[in-house]
Nanobody
């Protein structure tokens, strides 16, 4: 059974930093999969933040460019999101997601949430002004 568990959220002031982690278990060929971070603020639709493929090629939403960095550690089955220069508009529940293609290698980061089969429970990020 595939499980994704996020951690690292919290409350920070504007300009602060946080590092989110997503530990993945029960997934075969973790290193071959595409992963992503998404977020959802109260009253708003879920939106993509950052995405990474099997080759560690990355892609970012415009809101995250220059401030956030997605990375992964295949040996630890863990996905990360380093968030710097945080703004109040970054306040949201952050979710990691996994796209599984079995033994096939996932090429090209996937920004659409429809491309992901597994989701974590989320970790809350709150940025105060």
């Amino acid at each position: 059974q595939v499980q994704l568990v996020e951690s690292g959220g919290g409350s920070v002031q504007t300009g602060g930093s946080l590092r989110l982690s997503c530990l993945v278990s029960g997934m075969d060929y973790y290193s071959r999969n595409c992963m992503g971070w998404f977020r959802q603020a109260p009253g708003k639709e879920r939106e993509g933040v950052a995405y990474i493929d099997a080759f560690s090629t990355t892609k970012y939403a415009d809101s995250a460019k220059g401030r956030f960095t997605i990375s992964k550690d295949n040996a630890k089955n863990t996905l990360y999101l380093q968030m710097n220069s945080l703004k109040p508009e970054d306040t949201a529940m952050y979710y990691c997601a996994a796209r599984t293609t079995g033994a096939l290698v996932c090429r090209n980061p996937r920004p659409s949430p429809d491309d992901y089969a597994y989701w974590g429970q989320g970790t809350q990020v709150t940025v105060s002004s």
